[in-house]
């Protein structure tokens, strides 16, 4: 079962970038050692050979995915799987007793016609869904302590709700003229081959995709609706930008009080984030940066306010593959196992 005193960690999915960063990330965890990596694709391969920087990291081999050995060895699992396969091996693994982390889009949902409308195809695993916590620990932080299955909140959504929720649950805003204009690296579409993913395609390009109809669109507004009291919708209009990691949010609503100021919102928001080590508001007139949030679990949110159209505009930074992703399922899985929430997650980037 690994070291004694650790808890024994599988990746199903080991091979993607989500796989990677997890696997880099539970290399310094002092509580946690990985034990099983699963894949279809890559099985029978040692991990090291997809990753060769990883040689002194990991000896591990990418096993065929076997629901029951991975069970017998592993306390928590990881799903780092495209959307749809999750769903198809969570349960079993629940009834093992595992803890279950999904990066996917899987458990994110509370209506499960909603996920059909949006991601397609047919589930059979509704009982077990109904018990999944939605994994965005600012705001679900007591939940997921108890939780044995977390749908961990996407990348996009991720930086648009933290830029979003103390508006929303202070009642600062009209819910409906929120408008969230995102931007993402192209690591955000994963490991795979795809022509607008390729550096000829993406290089010295931007351009918006998935307009009025991204599939994080349902996602952000039943967080949001959750947060407001009752349904609201967003305009959610992502962008893919030149550059491999790294997701920033311009959220711009219209005020319910014009009358509030810059100094005003940035005390609300520093005191919204007050427990949350993750989340850091800045100053006045300081607005975030892709690359201070880089490899790094951190959240930087900058927070300005238009006196002409009565407008807030808030601005938010991270790692779409960190606190987007693995280090947000790391978290989650700290909260699960009653560990320090910051526990083996990066707080400083590298900068430049």
Excluded at 231 to 248: A, E, N, S, W, Y
């Amino acid at each position: 079962m690994g070291d004694v005193g650790r808890v024994p960690v599988g990746i199903i999915g080991a091979s993607g970038y989500g796989g990677v960063q997890l696997v880099r990330l539970l290399a310094d965890h002092p509580a946690a050692e990985v034990v099983y990596l699963g894949g279809d694709s890559s099985a029978g391969k040692p991990f090291s050979s997809l990753y060769p920087h990883l040689t002194n990291c990991t000896d591990l081999t990418v096993e065929p995915i076997d629901l029951d050995k991975i069970a017998a060895k592993c306390e928590v699992v990881f799903l780092s799987l495209p959307n749809g396969l999750a769903c198809k091996m969570a349960p079993t693994l629940l009834e093992k007793g595992c803890k279950v982390l999904d990066l996917s889009a899987d458990y994110r949902f509370e209506n499960q016609e909603t996920y059909k409308a949006w991601y397609g195809g047919e589930r059979s695993d509704s009982s077990v869904a109904a018990t999944a916590v939605y994994g965005l620990p600012e705001l679900y932080r007591d939940r997921i302590k108890d939780a044995q299955l977390v749908g961990c909140a996407g990348c996009y959504v991720t930086a648009s709700l933290l830029a979003l929720a103390p508006l929303l649950k202070q009642g600062l805003i009209v819910p409906e003229t929120a408008i969230i204009d995102a931007k993402s690296g192209t690591s955000g579409g994963g490991r795979k081959a795809e022509v607008n993913l390729l550096l000829a395609e993406a290089e010295g390009s931007l351009g918006a995709y998935g307009v009025g109809r991204h599939r994080h669109t349902p996602e952000i507004e039943q967080i949001c609706s959750d947060l407001a009291g009752h349904d609201i919708k967003v305009q959610f209009t992502p962008h893919l930008i030149p550059m491999v990691r790294g997701i920033l949010a311009t959220v711009y609503a219209t005020l319910r009080d014009p009358g509030l100021v810059r100094e005003d919102l940035i005390t609300i928001f520093s005191a919204f984030y007050r427990n949350c080590p993750w989340v850091k508001v800045l100053p006045a007139g300081v607005y975030p940066q892709t690359k201070w949030a880089c490899g790094t679990n951190l959240c930087y949110i900058g927070v300005e306010v238009d006196p002409r159209t009565d407008r807030v505009i808030v601005l938010s930074a991270i790692d779409n593959l960190i606190k987007g992703q693995a280090g947000q399922g790391i978290q989650c899985m700290n909260l699960m196992m009653g560990w320090e929430e910051t526990l083996g997650l990066p707080q400083l980037a590298f900068y430049p």
